[in-house]
């Protein structure tokens, strides 16, 4: 949620729907209000002001439950009041707080689900068989999408939005039986998608530090960063940039330019959004760091790259001062998984199918 306090609103992100398959959940279409939207809400009421839907009847878990920026920017010679939203479906909207309507929309990351937002009726452009009606389809982004939990953050020195993204892509639809589907335990949680298996590959997901101009709707620099998931932004009056990542080193980069000024190795994941603030005279940056766990620490390959065991490596905050002379305390190395062959255990082949089930629908999130 965000408020509003020049129009004394609040901004609701909302959800996906449950299953994400569009064939069980609606099959005779619709746009299921108020799936994937920006509402606004009178802040002393509750009353219903507008809504904006990113993506009308959702079939992809593309939810638009992330942060929303609140702005003024020049937009063609005169100042607009906005939102800057970049919802997991890849888009990155800026839309008119006064009325809701959408200003403009483009391609943050790799999307290939729709073409382009059509500005007039502020409708994403599908491509064929987005919504995999012929059959199984790989589609960017994937349930993750291009900009999800970590937030945001934007500067008004240089107008930028500092949003960090991800590049990965998942198979949607697949053979269900539509008519006596039920959520548990015939499909990973409720996606209502046949079970899937297997572990990614190590380089199976990508993700950027992308600094983006929403007035000109384009990237102008990012800086490549380890792993599938890299952390929440923070931009600051000194033209610099914070972001902890799944490597474990925080780093500070040029606002404007995105120049690397300063690192620090936390011997974990720093995938905490950093915060600053004063106390007297002293200003101090602050970050949680610890080992990657549910969505961050998923994906098995993609996140067990990094050696972090939740059994072993601590949990900290992290403050930070100019000319700081505190070391870490000491701490374990990486350690990484070794996968185990154990010849003399059997399998029973009846409980496979099963197993599978359970198993999968587990180890989205916490790690195969």
């Known amino acids: 949620m965000t408020y509003d306090p020049e129009y004394n609103r609040v901004y609701l992100g909302t959800g996906n729907g449950g299953p994400w398959n569009w064939k069980i959940r609606s099959p005779q279409g619709g746009d299921n209000l108020f799936l994937c939207s920006v509402v606004a809400l009178n802040a002393d009421t509750g009353e219903y002001v507008w809504h904006y839907q990113t993506t009308p009847g959702d079939s992809w878990d593309y939810n638009s439950a992330m942060d929303m920026t609140l702005a003024t920017l020049n937009i063609g010679g005169a100042p607009r009041k906005v939102i800057l939203h970049a919802p997991?479906?890849?888009?990155?909207?800026?839309?008119?707080?006064?009325?809701?309507?959408?200003?403009?929309?483009?391609?943050l990351g790799t999307v290939t689900w729709a073409t382009k937002v059509d500005l007039?009726?502020?409708?994403?452009?599908?491509?064929?068989?987005?919504?995999?009606?012929?059959?199984?389809?790989?589609?960017?982004?994937?349930?993750?999408?291009?900009?999800?939990?970590?937030?945001?953050?934007?500067?008004p020195r240089t107008n930028y939005v500092y949003v960090p993204t991800i590049e990965m892509p998942a198979q949607f639809g697949g053979d269900v039986d539509y008519q006596n589907w039920h959520p548990l335990p015939s499909s990973i949680q409720f996606t209502g998608f046949p079970t899937a298996d297997g572990?990614?590959?190590?380089?199976?997901?990508?993700?950027?530090l992308v600094a983006w101009d929403p007035v000109k709707q384009r990237a102008v620099w990012q800086q490549p960063t380890p792993g599938p998931h890299n952390g929440g932004t923070l931009a600051t009056a000194g033209d610099l940039v914070f972001q902890g990542q799944a490597d474990g080193y925080i780093n500070a980069y040029g606002a404007s330019d995105g120049?690397?000024?300063?690192?620090?190795?936390?011997?974990t994941a720093a995938l905490g959004t950093p915060i600053t603030f004063s106390v007297g005279k002293q200003q101090y940056l602050a970050i949680l760091t610890g080992p990657m766990n549910g969505a961050a620490g998923g994906f098995g390959s993609m996140a067990a790259r990094f050696g972090w065991d939740a059994r072993i490596h601590p949990r900290r905050l992290l403050a930070f001062v100019l000319d700081g002379t505190a070391k870490l305390p000491p701490t374990p190395a990486p350690t990484f998984a070794r996968p185990l062959d154990a010849p003399e255990m059997t399998v029973d082949d009846a409980l496979v199918k099963d197993g599978i089930q359970q198993w999968s629908r587990c180890q989205l999130c916490h790690g195969p």
Not at 124 to 148: C, D, I, K, M
Not at 259 to 267: D, G, I, L, P
């Open 259 to 267: 120049r690397k000024a300063w690192s620090f190795y936390a011997a």
């Open 199 to 208: 572990d990614p590959p190590a380089d199976g997901g990508k993700s950027f």
């Open 88 to 107: 997991k479906n890849g888009f990155f909207y800026v839309i008119d707080r006064e009325n809701g309507k959408l200003i403009s929309a483009e391609k």
């Open 120 to 155: 007039a009726t502020g409708r994403p452009v599908l491509t064929p068989n987005a919504r995999y009606e012929n059959g199984p389809v790989t589609l960017w982004p994937s349930f993750q999408g291009v900009h999800n939990l970590y937030p945001q953050s934007f500067s």
